[in-house]
């Protein structure tokens, strides 16, 4: 990845669709975006990424899975849609 250039990481709370757990995760980086989701650690539409650069968002989903999963578990999204803390 170009490592002069940050990427942030946003993640959606779980979502439960057919009985499984599932959390919404985008990549930014300047004009360029990715999402995917977990547990599959799929990236699901990607632009300005190069397909090197998927398959590295994609690991780090799988990689750090566990992590992401908790922290989407106490997303409010009532909360911070109304801008509250």
Do not use: C
């Amino acid at each position: 990845m170009k490592q002069s250039e940050e990427i942030r990481m946003t993640y959606s709370g779980v979502i439960t669709k057919n009985n499984q757990k599932i959390v919404h995760v985008s990549f930014e980086r300047g004009k360029d975006f990715a999402e995917g989701s977990l547990p599959s650690g799929k990236i699901e539409k990607s632009t300005g990424f190069t397909a090197e650069e998927t398959q590295q968002l994609s690991l780090y989903l799988l990689q750090n899975a566990d992590d992401i999963m908790k922290k989407a578990q106490k997303v409010n999204p009532l909360r911070n849609w109304l801008g509250k803390d």
